[in-house]
């Protein structure tokens, strides 16, 4: 999760097309630094009634029509306690669906209060989605880690390896081959309701750069085109190189599953000997090429396995009639 | 493992030139190193992830090192800072 999440980052969220929340500032500019501690979101008809029991003020407060509507009969009645009450509650801030505006008594007592009002044109249900999207996207646990991470055939494969290994040419080379790039070098992992990683880079302004030594500084966009590139993609096979020891057991079948668990999620993992001689990227190229044949049903090693065990099987049926002479 | 906080006392924050240095003055030890700032934590000797750091002035970060020589590696880093990376 990062830390102090304002209703401002709320507003400045670059979201595209079906997430964008649409939001502006109707009053309260004081309150857009109050930080949001809770990724739920509460509708407040309840407490607009004068009901306070269980009032959770702490999520951001969603206002729909009914409730402006309730809104306006209670200012119309001059009944404005409920609204004074709920407000010396510290609330994150309140959202207007439907472009909503509310009356100017209610906004000067929350901008008497320092809680910022924001408004949107989409509709309560429609805003409530998104807001949950985004906001369990913005709470999701989170770690950054040293790697790169590079969609491979469509499958986002995370190489991670120590200082020197070749990490980032390896993956230089399989963009040079037509893959993408999602981050070089820290790689933010984020847990999806703990269902799966998914990785992006550190910082969106900085772009798609990668440090190769000997090169320095090379903007991987501008050289390989857009189509080199990718904001975010999940995990789905991690490769960890490492140099070549000729002590150490290498898997040789391919059968013994391997994983690594980052963030409680599961993700299969090859451990990648290094040495001059063995071109890297295209070792992870079949490895991802592989992993796909997998999801898509047939486990290569396992097949070879199992055609190895009927050969055998086969050739103990036939040897039971070869051996068997003294029937004729 | 050896910890120390500095504050970022160079107006430019750390930016390319600043991150070069620490990457120098990081790969010089064999020790494991690390920045921390906020819940970010980086590997000290990658330029990549010390400038994605947005480490801008004031900034407070953790120095830490874990190996044979971690008290000379954060000492070293932690001078680099203190001389605001030879800027201004």
């Known amino acids: 999760m990062i830390n102090k999440f304002t209703a401002l980052n709320l507003i400045d969220l670059d979201l595209k097309d079906h997430n964008a929340l649409n939001l502006r500032c109707l009053a309260g500019r004081k309150g857009l630094n109050r930080i949001i501690t809770d990724p739920e979101i509460n509708r407040p008809g309840l407490t607009l009634s004068g009901f306070f029991e269980e009032f959770a003020f702490h999520r951001i407060q969603l206002f729909g029509r009914g409730e402006l509507a309730y809104l306006r009969m209670l200012e119309e009645t001059n009944r404005m306690d409920a609204v004074e009450k709920m407000f010396t509650h510290k609330i994150s801030c309140c959202i207007f669906s439907h472009s909503g505006i509310p009356g100017d008594r209610f906004l000067d007592i929350a901008e008497k209060s320092g809680c910022s009002i924001l408004q949107s044109d989409l509709s309560s249900s429609e805003l409530e989605l998104r807001l949950i999207r985004a906001l369990s996207d913005i709470f999701a646990p989170r770690k950054t880690i040293h790697g790169v991470l590079v969609e491979v055939f469509g499958i986002g494969v995370l190489i991670t390896g120590g200082s020197g290994v070749g990490k980032s040419e390896s993956a230089l080379e399989l963009i040079e081959r037509g893959h993408r790039l999602i981050a070089d070098d820290s790689v933010v992992l984020r847990s999806v309701n703990g269902n799966f990683l998914m990785g992006s880079g550190t910082n969106e302004m900085l772009g798609h750069n990668m440090e190769i030594r000997g090169l320095g500084i090379i903007n991987i966009s501008h050289l390989f085109g857009v189509g080199s590139i990718r904001d975010k993609k999940q995990i789905q096979l991690l490769i960890e190189l490492e140099t070549w020891d000729s002590n150490a057991v290498y898997d040789r079948i391919g059968t013994g599953d391997a994983y690594k668990e980052m963030l409680d999620v599961k993700i299969p993992l090859i451990k990648m000997p290094v040495k001059a001689g063995r071109n890297v990227s295209i070792l992870i190229e079949v490895a991802a090429m592989n992993e796909r044949l997998k999801k898509l049903g047939y486990y290569s090693a396992q097949e070879f396995d199992n055609n190895v065990l009927k050969w055998l099987e086969s050739k103990n049926a036939r040897n039971l009639y070869s051996n068997n002479n003294d029937i004729f | ?88």
């Open chain 2, 1 to 88: 493992m050896k910890q120390e906080t500095v504050t970022i006392k160079n107006r430019a924050g750390i930016h390319a030139r600043p991150s070069a240095l620490i990457v120098k003055t990081a790969n010089e030890y064999d020790s494991e190193i690390f920045l921390e700032l906020d819940d970010m934590r980086i590997n000290a000797k990658s330029i990549m992830g010390i400038i994605t750091l947005g480490a801008n002035y004031k900034s407070i970060i953790q120095i830490i090192a874990e190996g044979t020589d971690e008290e000379a590696a954060v000492a070293a880093l932690v001078k680099l800072f203190e001389n605001r990376f030879e800027e201004e």
